[in-house]
């Protein structure tokens, strides 16, 4: 296996992984509604490593931060996290979809420049931090890919086909799934270096299907986020498409954010996110999912396979 780039350093085989959780997240200009209190970083800090502490009594050796460049990344805290737990964090470089604004910098910037970007942080480290990505970040709104998307994308491809690194995935309500496939592997990446993620917020089991058989990683990554789908519906899903011979395609986790910056999009005062989805967190997979999919027949291999293997597989080139 060839080595992984985590924030503190190559790895060769992350063992138990969480492929899809957030340490931070700021949307674009969150910094600019100055009547918010502002990031306490070092209080933040120890409710996060408070946070991945319990991921160990469930034996996660690795957790995978595919926040984009522009969401607020901060792989120094990331890199902190790490240090801290002794967990593995691997951060990401991209940037996200359209709705959420062009950065102006990046409006009339070309794809090979773009993509240079990227090669440049995944060899060299995230400006002078030294610290690498060890996955591209890419992100399409719904229903249609933007001539800017197109662009993000195209540029993420070449940088992942250049440095063989691989490639996860925002998708927008289940859509686009297949143009994201078309693109990266157009630029000569695998379909073994590419996770559809989001891919379990929808009951269209032919759309998961029809993903799988292109031979990329399915994301059920949003266990606990019930607004699109429930949890009943994703362990279904997940259940029939292991039936149907695609375990060694799936990954599991739950797009937690452990901290916000600024306000939570749609979110009014007063109201907590814990109320409105009590099940989000980090650890919910382990002491909810798991027990409810072995009901359903899935054994300690299945998982041993969805959260080692598939992870371990999917990062080597
Ligand atoms: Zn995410």
Redesign the pocket.
């Given at each position: 296996m060839s080595s992984i780039n985590s924030v503190l350093g190559t790895i060769e085989n992350p063992g138990k992984t969480l492929i899809?959780?957030?340490i931070l997240?700021g949307f674009p200009g969150w910094f600019l509604d100055t009547r918010q209190p502002g990031f306490k970083r070092d209080e933040a800090l120890i409710r996060v490593c408070a946070a991945f502490e319990e991921l160990k009594e469930h034996g996660v050796e690795t957790v995978v931060d595919?926040?984009p460049n522009d969401l607020g990344r901060d792989v120094e805290f990331i890199a902190e996290v790490s240090s801290r737990t002794g967990i593995n964090l691997i951060c990401a470089t991209g940037f996200y979809y359209e709705k959420a604004g062009i950065p102006y910098t990046l409006r009339y910037k070309e794809v090979d420049e773009i993509a240079d970007i990227f090669i440049n942080e995944i060899e060299n480290g995230v400006g002078s931090t030294g610290i690498k990505p060890g996955l591209l970040k890419i992100a399409t709104g719904e229903g249609v890919v933007s001539e800017y998307e197109r662009k993000i994308l195209t540029a993420a491809a070449k940088a992942a086909a250049a440095t063989e690194i691989p490639v996860l995935s925002?998708t927008e309500k289940c859509s686009c799934g297949h143009d994201q496939i078309d693109i990266v592997t157009g630029e000569g990446v695998a379909p073994g270096h590419l996770l559809v993620?989001?891919s379990d917020g929808t009951d269209d089991l032919d759309y998961q299907r029809s993903l799988a058989e292109r031979g990329v990683y399915v994301g059920f990554?949003r266990f606990g986020l019930e607004g699109q789908v429930t949890d009943e519906i994703r362990i279904q899903n997940l259940k029939q498409l292991v039936d149907l011979g695609y375990r060694q395609q799936i990954m599991m986790s739950h797009?937690y954010?452990n901290c916000w910056l600024g306000t939570v999009p749609g979110m009014s005062a007063g109201m907590s996110l814990s109320d409105v989805l009590p099940n989000w967190n980090m650890t919910h997979i382990f002491e909810r999912i798991i027990p409810a999919l072995k009901l359903e027949g899935m054994t300690d291999d299945d998982f041993d396979v969805i959260l080692k293997d598939n992870p371990a597989r999917f990062f080597s080139s």
């Open positions: 899809h959780e957030h997240v595919p926040c925002h993620g989001h990554d797009d954010v």
